[in-house]
């Protein structure tokens, strides 16, 4: 019915060397490790709110100090949340601390106009590099979604389409039976998969 069928591919790989770069990467992650300790107090798990300090501290250069939003990060706590506390522990934190190390340098490399924000032509990019192979009609489901009035997504919105994506295609794989392209779900699975996501 619509063009290419949407599918996943290896992430491209993002280059880790001992680089004076590198350390300043690694003492970054340090200082938001100790942050989120902070923040996180005696339960060792933030809150949306804490999220959104911390992601703000962390992407300041990304976000031209706008930081992110409070709905982005609601939705990043229930993405992650898989205990479904309403918060994010340290194990859930480093999974999107992960995923935003590498969405960092690939929203970098495909910003080619250095705009701050992503084209749908660079989204399309940025997505493959990802390991996304969307077709055109997903693609522009995803900006209408994500975008805004200029069809442009900013960074925040990137690290939520890419995380959206990456746990709509696990819930999948950990629903499918033999690499099966259907899956069949009861009712109340459907509204915990879909609901708090």
Not at 70 to 85: E, G, N
Request: hydrophobic share 40%; charged share 30%.
């Amino acid at each position: 019915m619509f063009d290419d069928p949407v599918a996943i591919k290896a992430p491209v790989a993002t280059v880790a060397s001992a680089t004076p770069e590198k350390q300043a990467q690694d003492e970054k992650v340090d200082e938001v490790r100790q942050y989120f300790i902070q923040l996180a107090g005696d339960d060792m798990e933030i809150d949306w709110e804490e999220l959104k300090d911390v992601l703000d501290f962390a992407t300041r250069k990304e976000t031209a100090n706008h930081g992110f939003s409070r709905d982005v990060c609601k939705s990043i706590v229930a993405l992650l949340d898989a205990d479904h506390s309403g918060k994010l522990g340290f194990e859930e934190f480093k999974s999107l601390w992960s995923l935003i190390k590498n969405a960092k340098q690939i929203f970098a490399k495909h910003d080619k106009d250095s705009s701050g924000s992503l084209s749908g032509f660079e989204l399309r990019h940025a997505l493959n590099s990802c390991g996304y192979l969307l077709n055109t009609h997903v693609l522009n489901l995803l900006m209408h979604r994500y975008g805004n009035k200029k069809a442009e997504i900013a960074f925040d919105e990137f690290i939520l389409c890419a995380l959206k994506l990456k746990t709509m295609i696990e819930t999948f794989q950990r629903k499918t039976k033999g690499g099966a392209q259907a899956i069949t779900l009861s009712f109340d699975d459907w509204i915990e998969t879909t609901l708090y996501s």
